[in-house]
């Protein structure tokens, strides 16, 4: 699996901490910000278009609440993006909503809740079944 990750200047730290946190796991990391100074929306939009050019399986988006990245990823067609706060969250999006993109507010958790957060995000495989009229509907919106 290829996770893109990319933050703005609030969520810079965490990314670098994830980043190497997820490589020490043998997962491959593709950083699309790797110098300090980038927008959120910047950002955001070079992690969720490393997905949808399918440079990456899966994104994340790291801001300083998270909302900015959730709001930019949700704008990209073929991106389905969850602002998630915990573990069970970032679990259930990907199985019940086959979210391909998190978005992530380092002023709201710390390094170890989301440690845990992606995890459980990338442990989790989408369930399809019943989720996948929501999925579709995600999908041909935009």
Do not use: W
């Not at 699309?32 to 959120?40: Q, S, Y």
Request: some cysteine.
């Amino acid at each position: 699996m290829k996770i893109a990750i990319g933050a703005d200047t609030d969520g810079f730290e965490l990314k670098e901490h994830l980043k190497n946190y997820l490589k020490s796991k043998g997962i491959e990391v593709i950083d699309k910000t790797p110098e300090k100074g980038i927008n959120l929306v910047k950002s955001a939009s070079l992690v969720a278009q490393a997905v949808m050019n399918k440079e990456a399986d899966r994104a994340v988006a790291i801001d300083e609440y998270g909302a900015g990245s959730f709001m930019v990823g949700a704008k990209h067609k073929g991106i389905i993006c969850a602002e998630v706060s915990d573990e069970h969250s970032a679990k259930m999006t990907s199985q019940h909503n086959s979210a391909n993109m998190l978005a992530i507010g380092a002023g709201i958790v710390g390094k170890r809740l989301a440690e845990g957060m992606l995890d459980a995000y990338i442990a989790e495989k989408y369930a399809g079944g019943r989720h996948q009229i929501r999925v579709d509907m995600l999908n041909k919106m935009l």
